[in-house]
């Protein structure tokens, strides 16, 4: 079993994941609408 | 191609293949042919399963979709990350523990032997045309660029792959992956600066994406929600999502290139790397594609791509009827980019006016070229009804080929070669360690030595090789083959990951129950697809939550089906 730092350092990766699809989709958003 | 580029091209693969064989000369037992010893460092496996799915098509189909699609297809890898995340949470966890092979092994720890079995099945059948597609897919582009026999360049790509994956099985496949990832990405940024250099001098990056986004080439993301809609953000978010989590949760050729990882640590990171960088990737891939579309505003622009389609109607009785069409297209393309030079300079002397009219004018004479290219392509079908008119994937290689300068076109065509042997590997190596674990193993030679596993493995790497070769001779055409390798995936991944979803959250649910509900889904999957109800990303979703409905209704019909508790 994963002790409770080695957890929140993991759910802190894949919160890091999640973030950088959502930064991937606004920047693309973004550099769609600004080459429009 | 220059004798240098050939000589850039064989000295690249070899490297590569020595290296690989080298690195893994000293395998002899089944834990090293399947698993590498279970010892391979993060940035190793990330690598792994990156050149794993980036196939050869990848890399002529991308550019091609970017060229004629745009920056659409990007949507298709929203999902991505969160399958790896689900994946580092559930599935990693419980295939190290339970120390498989193959991720059909823990089914039947779960369930029964039929669920292991069906499901390994439904995974040979996929993975073994799949992969055939890998090799046929690059080899009729490369035999027609380089004015080669297709059956030499399917031959040379298929014993290529072969020679070493029988040779050092998973080692060899990982150590010539992580080389040729190396060697893809240099090819990749050399491409792009290149195509950008090209470009006329008074057309800057910032020239060249204004002029791709008025005509349309830039649009990343589409967020109407319509099942018809073959990419759009939902599609590839859920849709997506459905087919990456199946896709490298439970095909052997991604959860073996996991199962190589030194620690569940080790094998995360590994997923963690390919969820950050693989939407990067494949923006710039398609990027590349969209500058290269954006080049050929400037010069004089092939009417088609595909030469041996081209050479057809140029020998039939349609010749002049179709060098007229040509000429009237060249004429119109002229015109266009006339027009694009003014629109340049009204955006740089910021004229809203002159910008908008210049943009009026351009969408009428692309309307106009592009129907010029309809009536081309309609000589075609008249001329030969099985004429491919989908010339997509060719456009990179055309482009690299008479743009680009000695060795590097040379070393592009490595890339694409490199990348087709990276995916055949994996799918080989997959087809191998399930014939082997999953069924010599499991009924056959149920007590057999290690020696007896090692040469049966190494015989049936050889016969998968020479059955995806045999697949990719018989490969008819296939519209875009990016998307035919995944319209093939999303017909049975659906399923797999249902079964899988049941496994890991559906404790209750037994094997009888899951086994009745992934046939039937499977069923229901292909009619859905025959009946063209919905696009191909959401068969994905209808497999698995029909597996996950079916077997829990049957669940309850089912009492005698005790379901085992899962040791997870």
């Given at each position: 079993m994963m002790n409770l730092s080695e957890r929140k350092k993991w759910n802190l990766i894949y919160l890091l994941v999640i973030s950088v699809l959502l930064l991937d989709i606004v920047c693309l958003t973004f550099f769609s609408n600004h080459f429009k | 191609m220059s004798h240098f580029d050939w000589l850039v091209l064989c000295g690249t693969l070899a490297f590569i293949i020595l290296y690989g064989m080298w690195k893994s000369r000293h395998t002899s037992t089944i834990e090293t042919y399947f698993l590498a010893d279970r010892q391979l460092p993060w940035y190793h496996i990330g690598l792994s399963v990156m050149a794993t799915q980036a196939s050869a098509i990848t890399f002529l189909s991308g550019p091609g979709q970017g060229f004629s699609s745009g920056l659409g297809f990007?949507?298709?890898?929203?999902?991505?990350?969160?399958?790896?995340?689900?994946?580092?949470?559930?599935?990693?966890?419980?295939?190290?523990?339970?120390?498989?092979?193959?991720?059909?092994?823990?089914?039947?720890?779960?369930?029964?032997?039929?669920?292991?079995?069906?499901?390994?099945?439904?995974?040979?059948?996929?993975?073994?045309?799949?992969?055939?597609?890998?090799?046929?897919?690059?080899?009729?582009?490369?035999?027609?660029?380089?004015?080669?026999?297709?059956?030499?360049?399917?031959l040379l790509n298929g014993i290529l792959v072969i020679v070493y994956t029988v040779y050092g099985g998973t080692k060899a496949v990982s150590y010539t992956q992580m080389l040729q990832m190396g060697i893809i990405f240099s090819g990749l940024i050399l491409a792009a600066i290149m195509v950008i250099s090209l470009m006329p001098s008074d057309i800057g990056l910032g020239d060249a994406l204004h002029i791709a986004g008025k005509m349309d080439k830039?649009?990343?993301?589409?967020?109407?929600?319509?099942?018809?809609?073959?990419?759009?953000?939902?599609?590839?978010?859920?849709?997506?999502?459905?087919?990456?989590?199946?896709?490298?949760?439970?095909?052997?050729?991604?959860?073996?290139?996991?199962?190589?990882?030194?620690?569940?640590?080790?094998?995360?990171?590994?997923?963690?790397?390919?969820?950050?960088l693989k939407i990067p990737m494949q923006f710039i891939i398609l990027l590349i594609g969209t500058m290269v579309f954006v080049f050929y505003q400037f010069k004089p622009q092939p009417l088609f791509y595909n030469k041996a389609e081209v050479s057809k109607i140029m020998n039939s009785r349609y010749a002049d009827q179709y060098a007229g069409i040509e000429k009237h297209y060249n004429t119109v393309n002229a015109e266009k980019s006339a027009?694009?030079?003014?629109?340049?300079?009204?955006?740089?002397?910021?004229?809203?006016q002159a910008t908008a009219e210049a943009s009026k004018e351009l969408q009428m004479v692309k309307a106009k070229s592009e129907s010029i290219r309809k009536e081309a392509e309609q000589l075609m079908k008249k001329n030969n009804n099985e004429a491919d008119t989908n010339d997509s994937n060719y456009v990179f290689l055309i482009f690299v080929t008479e743009n680009l300068p000695v060795g590097v076109v040379g070393?592009?065509?490595?890339?694409?070669?490199?990348?087709?042997?990276?995916?055949?590997?994996?799918?080989?190596s997959s087809l191998t360690s399930t014939t082997t674990v999953d069924f010599y193993r499991r009924f056959i030679n149920k007590q057999g030595d290690e020696k007896s596993y090692m040469d049966f493995s190494r015989w049936c790497t050889v016969g998968w090789g020479l059955f995806c070769v045999g697949v990719a001779f018989y490969a008819s055409r296939l519209g875009n083959l990016i998307e035919a390798v995944n319209i093939l995936g999303s017909l049975f991944y659906g399923v797999i990951l249902g079964i899988f979803m049941v496994a890991f959250f559906l404790k209750r649910v037994g094997g009888t129950a899951v086994f009745i509900a992934a046939l039937v889904s499977e069923l229901l999957v292909v009619v859905v697809w025959k009946l063209e109800v919905m696009e191909f990303l959401w068969l994905n979703v209808v497999g698995c939550l029909s597996v996950l409905i079916l077997s829990l209704t049957l669940h309850i019909f089912i009492k005698k089906d005790k379901a085992k508790i899962a040791t997870a």
């Open positions: - | 990007v949507q298709f890898y929203f999902g991505l990350p969160l399958a790896m995340v689900l994946i580092c949470i559930t599935f990693i966890p419980i295939f190290h523990k339970l120390n498989v092979f193959t991720a059909y092994e823990y089914l039947e720890k779960r369930f029964d032997n039929k669920t292991r079995t069906l499901t390994a099945a439904l995974f040979l059948i996929q993975r073994g045309l799949s992969t055939g597609i890998t090799i046929y897919a690059p080899a009729i582009i490369l035999s027609t660029i380089l004015n080669i026999d297709i059956r030499i360049t399917i830039l649009k990343a993301i589409n967020t109407e929600f319509d099942v018809n809609d073959r990419y759009n953000i939902w599609s590839g978010i859920i849709g997506g999502f459905f087919l990456q989590l199946s896709y490298f949760g439970t095909d052997q050729s991604q959860v073996g290139r996991y199962l190589t990882g030194k620690s569940i640590n080790q094998s995360r990171m590994g997923l963690v790397m390919n969820g950050l027009i694009i030079y003014k629109l340049n300079s009204a955006m740089k002397a910021d004229d809203e070393l592009l065509i490595a890339v694409i070669f490199l990348a087709g042997m990276g995916s055949t590997a994996s799918g080989l």
